[in-house]
T-cell receptor
Framework: AQTVTQSQPEMSVQEAETVTLSCTYD???????LFWYKQPPSRQMILVIR??????QNATENRFSVNFQKAAKSFSLKISDSQLGDTAMYFC????????????FGQGTRLTINP | GAVVSQHPSRVICKSGTSVKIECRSL??????MFWYRQFPKKSLMLMAT?????????EQGVEKDKFLINHASLTLSTLTVTSAHPEDSSFYIC??????????????FGPGTRLTVL
């Protein structure tokens, strides 16, 4: 079974700083998807970024980028020029493309952006 | 992105009663819907996966007789918590995904339902 581990329960940075959230996973699959989701205080889950395992190029979405290290099974999220609205819980998630396509979530990292 | 709604957003019920939570895909046909439970400051725990017109597949440890899931149409799935007890109090989240056009199908999440059992 796949597992996803986020080793940073909480992080806090100043506005405009860059912050990196860590995620490691364990799988024997060669093809899969990795995600970062944001859950703000409203509790609505929002997809931040997606990475396909067979793509070597790291995904980027505006201020958000990932460092995907397949051999190390590492998938970190970098937030540049952090904003107050980035304050949220961030969940790393894994999905196999076969079958039901269930998401396996990490424990989450609570990120606070301070003014 | 696609929109998924949940109703109600909050519900308070007495111990022993049943509560139904609805999950609707508003602008797409959801062939698969997922139900999650989230405890305070914790991650999402998948409870079950349902496909339209089929019986739901429950995760290990989830009581299927307690958490009844129905996915009768391509836009609606319901979760009924039967004979609710205080330990069932939690935040319940649904997600929906449509027909596969590629190898990956994005899950769109509802806003969640906070259940409090007194």
């Amino acid at each position: 079974a796949q597992t996803v581990t986020q080793s940073q329960p909480e992080m806090s940075v100043q506005e405009a700083e860059t912050v990196t959230l860590s995620c490691t996973y364990d799988t024997s699959e060669s093809n899969y998807y990795l995600f970062w989701y944001k859950q703000p205080p409203s509790r609505q889950m929002i997809l931040v970024i997606r990475q396909e395992a067979y793509k070597q190029q790291n995904a980027t979405e505006n201020r958000f980028s990932v460092n995907f290290q397949k051999a190390a099974k590492s998938f970190s999220l970098k937030i540049s020029d952090s904003q107050l609205g980035d304050t949220a819980m961030y969940f790393c998630a894994f999905m196999k493309p076969q079958g039901a396509q269930k998401l396996v979530f990490g424990q989450g990292t609570r990120l606070t952006i301070n003014p | 992105g696609a929109v998924v709604s949940q109703h109600p957003s909050r519900v308070i019920c007495k111990s022993g009663t049943s509560v139904k939570i609805e999950c609707r895909s508003l602008d797409f046909q959801a062939t698969t819907m997922f139900w999650y439970r989230q405890f305070p400051k914790k991650s999402l725990m998948l409870m079950a996966t349902s496909n339209e017109g089929s019986k739901a597949t429950y995760e290990q440890g989830v009581e299927k007789d307690k958490f009844l899931i129905n996915h009768a149409s391509l836009t609606l799935s319901t979760l009924t918590v039967t004979s609710a007890h205080p330990e069932d109090s939690s935040f319940y989240i649904c997600s929906a995904s449509g027909s596969r056009e590629s190898s990956y199908n994005e899950q769109f999440f509802g806003p969640g339902t906070r259940l409090t059992v007194l």
